[in-house]
């Protein structure tokens, strides 16, 4: 057998034979001790046949190896032991404690961020029995906002020292990392057993813009339950974006009833539609004297600006209260 490539493709067995004489005597000669008999003679028959083999026939047979090691080896990565064992010896115990510490803060982090997906309180509940330090490093490899729900639905009490051993790391250890990973998996483990979140509010609020007849009393019956609540209810009732679906009428009494300065802010950040519906009720000179006032009064936190709006919509539900105006709540199909 001068040549394999002279015969078509590279049978299994010719195969094996290119790898075992690629890999030196000493190698091959482990492999040839761990076959039978018969394989054995195949194999090195094909061998001592072999000459002239050419590099792209070598190259298949070694990269159709190597596919089927992957596929069929197990092996998936080194433990965090192997890897503080073998970095060790090679590196010294400082350094591979230090590349440990890098890829182990790495590995976490996609872990962690599958769990953004949970509410806020559910991870609250799963970590509100860990110590405080264990609190903080999970809550440093959240995103600050979601971090930042989190922490507000743990205990009251608790929280200025959570804070505080998030803004003291730095680094954090191996054995902490390890302890983070177990409550990380844990967490994953009963991610699909999590509640459902609902808006209970809104969608309360939504159901009484929708009712055919009296909203007021059905607000008022509420009222006599739960003012508190009725009171949220109320509020996302008049939901800023209702602006964007009034007639221009109400909206011009609206204008009259809330000062610029007050719009100047509350329109800041403000979806296209209720900008534009805001804009087209004023007078043009004023619209322009407006935008101006924008400009003017740069940017604005938004907490201000969801505060302004909240006032805004205040005054708009006196006027509705009053009789002066009517809003569509919804946004209502409409026929031609």
């Known amino acids: 057998m001068a040549n394999p490539q002279e015969y078509g493709e590279l049978s299994p067995v010719e195969q094996a034979a290119i790898v075992l004489l690629s890999i030196g005597e000493e190698p091959a000669a482990a492999v040839l001790r761990c076959l039978t008999r018969e394989e054995l003679l195949d194999v090195t028959q094909v061998m001592s046949r072999m000459s002239g083999i050419k590099v792209d026939s070598v190259k298949t047979a070694l990269q159709e190896f190597f596919d089927d ?53 559910w991870l609250a509940e799963h970590i509100v029995h860990e110590h405080v330090r264990m609190q903080a490093v999970f809550l440093a490899f959240l995103p600050p906002a979601l971090a930042g729900d989190v922490i507000a639905a743990l205990p009251a009490e608790g929280r200025d020292l959570v804070l505080l051993n998030v803004a003291r790391l730095s680094e954090v250890d191996a054995e902490l990392l390890g302890e983070l990973e177990e409550l ?41 339950h739960d003012a508190d609540v009725v009171s949220e209810i109320e509020v996302s009732m008049y939901d800023f974006f209702l602006l964007s679906r009034q007639p221009e009428a109400a909206l011009t009494r609206i204008l009259e009833e809330v000062p610029l300065e007050l719009w100047a802010i509350a329109l800041k ?8 519906a805001i804009l087209t009720a004023m007078p043009r000179r004023q619209a322009q004297s407006f935008e101006e006032l924008i400009r003017r009064s740069g940017p604005v936190p938004m907490s201000r600006v969801e505060q302004a709006r909240v006032e805004v919509m205040a005054r708009v539900k006196a006027l509705v209260d009053a009789g002066e105006i009517q809003v569509q709540l919804f946004a209502e199909a409409t026929v031609e």
């Open 69 to 121: 090691y992957r596929q069929q080896s197990g092996v998936h990565g080194a433990s965090r032991s192997y890897l503080q064992r073998s970095l060790g010896l090679a590196l010294g115990g400082d350094i591979a404690n230090s590349v440990l510490k890098s890829i182990y803060g790495d590995a976490i982090r996609p872990k962690m961020a599958r769990l953004q997906w949970a509410s806020p309180r």
């Open 184 to 224: 990380v998996e844990r967490c994953l483990a009963g991610l699909g057993r999590q509640s459902a979140s609902v808006e209970g509010v809104r969608q309360a609020a939504e159901i009484i813009n929708r009712l055919p007849r009296d909203r007021q009393q059905m607000v008022e019956l509420l009222r006599a």
């Open 269 to 276: 950040g403000a979806e296209a539609p209720v900008r534009d």
